[in-house]
């Protein structure tokens, strides 16, 4: 409905001699007795044409062509709304293109135009398992991935770790503290600020049993072994989890890379030359202030170490250079503070920083039964993404994850992932999918089959109507999703269409339907819906299971 309008109402606002692109406006009305989309367009113009705004709305539909068989009424509503009907011919005609379009890339667009984007997420630290706060930067970013896809784009999938800094040291001594203890040495002190979980404990046994007690001695390059080993133990786990999520990269790059091959020294001496550099209390420091941020930063601690600001500017530069036409950075909420220095310190180095995007996703709570699960880091009391796999099932971890905004803090209720009915919302969705599968046995066995010529002007039962009318909205919803980089938009359209479908499967009968026509129709608009289910389901990285 809105391809058709658009351009017809883009035209309509030229003739009345507005120069300019007009944002044209179009959405569903609250109440259905009002139509199938309405527009504030003419309150919008009112000003600019000194006209009140139900007059610029008379003009505007007086210019409109639109071809009355499709759109039989239009009307103005309140102060100026323009309200339009559509005719049962027109989404009849469109239902048939919908039908016609190849079923495994049903929905998607070209709005892409094959630019470049890198997606980076996850980006854990390989220092222990994924926890709460990554599984949703994992299922936003690779979903977020999937959209993009969609709609065109060329998608890298990039993954980004810290691997040079205190957390691995406090890793490795993590970790010889339990080796040293494992041999024997049950006093041996482990490190206050550690990490205490038991799969440290899991890294030290691989330790013994590969290397015996040959690396107690705490030299470099057994200290280096010990650190090699802690790391791929993590990192390897990372990625096991990442495969039952279903979540996927094509790159992956480390901060070590970044400090090896002289990305960081690189970006710290060009910021030095713009001016922007100095040294204060034996640390180095990035005058943000002068850029109009709130306070300067310390780049390099009077330790040495370098803060996370610096290495993260390399990163950014690195691809910046690389030539995406759109870099977008999945951040949990704790990171948002270092966003504004990083895009800044990017900027006066000369790149176009509008190619940046940051997606900042807010924390997740556990809960259950209507009570928070208490999680501590220090004292390894956390929840794993395995552990909630183990509970409730990869498909419901990830759609749990994905079906909020990305701004909102989030309640993961166990007590509803467990749930095996449909008021869980991913078996509710699965359930429409799996329904139609069902349906199209009973079908065969009775003889009746999906014919080449749909009569699709048989639909008119209002149930009909309402599907049909959520199945059109498929394409624009997936490209609404790669403006707005929120999956949640595919999980409340999913919803919708799976509660229109089910209405439909209840008050109007398919197989035994009269005249046989009628029935072809219903199966064939019952099949549509499974295609539009599958593919939305698999954009959000979800199963569509044939049986339930």
Same mark, same amino acid.
């Given at each position: 409905?809105?391809?058709?309008?658009?351009?017809?109402?883009?035209?309509?606002?030229?003739?009345?001699?507005?120069?300019?692109?007009?944002?044209? /406006?179009?959405?569903?009305?609250?109440?259905?007795?009002?139509?199938?989309? +309405? =527009? &504030?367009?003419?309150?919008?113009?009112?000003?600019? /044409?000194?006209?009140?705004?139900? +007059?610029?709305?008379?003009?505007?539909?007086?210019?409109? !062509?639109?071809?009355?068989?499709?759109?039989?009424?239009?009307?103005?509503?309140?102060?100026?709304?323009?309200?339009?009907?559509?005719?049962?011919?027109?989404?009849?005609?469109?239902?048939?293109? /919908?039908?016609?379009?190849?079923?495994?890339?049903?929905?998607?667009?070209?709005?892409?135009?094959?630019? $470049?984007?890198?997606?980076?997420?996850?980006?854990?630290?390989?220092?222990?398992?994924?926890?709460?706060?990554? #599984?949703?930067?994992?299922?936003?970013?690779?979903?977020?991935?999937?959209?993009?896809?969609?709609?065109?784009?060329?998608?890298?999938?990039?993954?980004?770790?810290?691997?040079?800094?205190?957390?691995?040291?406090?890793? =490795?001594? +993590?970790?010889?503290?339990?080796?040293?203890?494992?041999?024997?040495?049950?006093?041996?002190?482990?490190?206050?600020?550690?990490?205490?979980?038991?799969?440290?404990?899991?890294? *030290?046994?691989?330790?013994?049993?590969?290397?015996?007690?040959?690396?107690?001695?705490?030299?470099?390059?057994?200290?280096?072994?010990?650190?090699?080993?802690?790391?791929?133990?993590?990192?390897?786990?990372?990625?096991? =989890?990442?495969?039952?999520?279903?979540? @996927?990269?094509?790159?992956?790059? &480390?901060?070590?890379?970044?400090?090896?091959?002289?990305?960081?020294?690189?970006?710290?001496?060009?910021?030095?030359?713009?001016?922007?550099?100095?040294?204060?209390?034996?640390?180095?420091?990035?005058?943000?202030?002068?850029? #109009?941020?709130?306070?300067?930063?310390?780049?390099?601690?009077?330790?040495?170490?370098? =803060?996370?600001?610096?290495?993260?500017?390399?990163?950014?530069?690195?691809?910046?250079?690389?030539?995406?036409?759109? %870099?977008?950075?999945?951040?949990?909420?704790?990171?948002?503070?270092?966003?504004?220095?990083?895009?800044?310190?990017?900027?006066?180095?000369?790149?176009?920083?509008?190619?940046?995007?940051?997606?900042?996703?807010?924390?997740?709570?556990?809960?259950?039964?209507?009570?928070?699960?208490?999680?501590?880091?220090? &004292?390894? @009391?956390?929840?794993?993404?395995?552990?909630? %796999?183990?509970?409730?099932?990869?498909?419901?971890?990830?759609?749990?994850?994905?079906?909020?905004? &990305?701004?909102?803090?989030?309640?993961?209720? /166990?007590?509803?992932?467990?749930?095996?009915?449909?008021?869980?919302?991913?078996?509710?969705?699965?359930?429409?999918?799996? !329904?139609?599968?069902?349906?199209?046995?009973?079908?065969?066995?009775?003889?009746?089959?999906?014919?080449?010529? %749909?009569?699709?002007?048989?639909?008119?039962?209002? !149930?009909?109507?309402?599907?049909?009318?959520?199945?059109?909205?498929?394409?624009?919803? %997936?490209?609404?999703?790669?403006?707005?980089?929120?999956?949640?938009?595919?999980?409340?359209?999913?919803?919708?269409? *799976?509660?229109?479908?089910?209405?439909?499967?209840?008050?109007?009968?398919?197989?035994?339907?009269?005249?046989?026509?009628?029935?072809?129709?219903?199966?064939?608009?019952? $099949?549509?819906?499974?295609?539009?289910?599958?593919? #939305?389901?698999?954009?959000? #990285?979800?199963?569509?299971?044939?049986?339930?």
């Amino acid at each position: 409905m809105k391809a058709y309008l658009q351009p017809r109402l883009r035209e309509a606002v030229q003739a009345l001699g507005v120069a300019g692109d007009v944002d044209i /406006l179009l959405e569903l009305p609250r109440n259905p007795e009002h139509g199938d989309l +309405s =527009t &504030n367009l003419a309150m919008a113009l009112a000003r600019e /044409l000194k006209m009140a705004p139900r +007059s610029v709305a008379e003009k505007l539909i007086a210019q409109l !062509r639109v071809d009355p068989e499709l759109v039989p009424k239009i009307d103005i509503a309140g102060p100026g709304f323009i309200n339009f009907a559509f005719s049962p011919k027109f989404f009849h005609e469109r239902l048939a293109a /919908l039908a016609a379009e190849k079923p495994e890339r049903l929905g998607a667009s070209t709005t892409g135009q094959g630019k $470049r984007v890198n997606v980076e997420y996850v980006s854990a630290n390989p220092t222990g398992l994924l926890h709460l706060g990554h #599984g949703r930067n994992s299922a936003v970013g690779d979903t977020v991935a999937n959209i993009l896809e969609w709609n065109g784009y060329e998608v890298e999938r990039e993954y980004y770790f810290n691997n040079a800094g205190n957390q691995m040291k406090k890793l =490795t001594d +993590s970790t010889y503290a339990r080796y040293h203890q494992l041999l024997g040495e049950e006093d041996y002190p482990f490190p206050e600020d550690g990490y205490h979980g038991d799969y440290i404990k899991e890294i *030290a046994s691989e330790i013994e049993r590969s290397y015996g007690n040959a690396l107690l001695d705490h030299s470099e390059e057994s200290e280096a072994r010990v650190r090699a080993c802690a790391e791929e133990w993590c990192f390897s786990r990372i990625v096991d =989890t990442m495969k039952r999520l279903g979540i @996927k990269h094509t790159m992956f790059v &480390n901060e070590q890379h970044l400090h090896r091959d002289g990305f960081v020294t690189a970006a710290l001496e060009r910021l030095r030359d713009a001016g922007y550099i100095y040294e204060k209390d034996d640390a180095t420091w990035f005058a943000a202030e002068k850029l #109009g941020l709130d306070k300067d930063r310390v780049l390099i601690k009077s330790s040495g170490e370098p =803060t996370y600001r610096l290495p993260d500017i390399a990163y950014h530069i690195d691809k910046l250079e690389r030539g995406f036409d759109w %870099i977008i950075d999945v951040l949990g909420s704790d990171h948002a503070a270092t966003v504004p220095d990083v895009i800044k310190a990017c900027e006066v180095l000369g790149y176009d920083v509008s190619k940046i995007t940051p997606l900042i996703h807010q924390f997740v709570t556990l809960t259950d039964g209507g009570k928070q699960v208490k999680m501590s880091k220090r &004292n390894a @009391k956390v929840h794993t993404i395995d552990d909630l %796999i183990e509970e409730a099932g990869a498909d419901i971890v990830r759609y749990f994850f994905l079906m909020r905004n &990305n701004s909102t803090q989030f309640e993961f209720d /166990l007590a509803l992932a467990r749930d095996q009915t449909e008021k869980n919302p991913v078996l509710y969705l699965q359930y429409a999918h799996a !329904r139609v599968a069902s349906l199209q046995g009973k079908a065969a066995e009775q003889g009746l089959t999906i014919g080449a010529d %749909i009569d699709w002007s048989q639909l008119t039962h209002d !149930r009909e109507m309402t599907l049909i009318k959520e199945l059109l909205r498929f394409r624009e919803t %997936i490209i609404k999703g790669s403006e707005t980089l929120e999956p949640v938009v595919i999980c409340d359209y999913l919803r919708d269409v *799976a509660s229109a479908f089910h209405k439909f499967y209840h008050d109007c009968q398919i197989i035994s339907a009269e005249p046989r026509e009628l029935a072809e129709a219903r199966l064939a608009l019952a $099949r549509l819906t499974q295609i539009v289910m599958k593919n #939305g389901l698999t954009i959000l #990285g979800i199963s569509a299971p044939e049986s339930m």
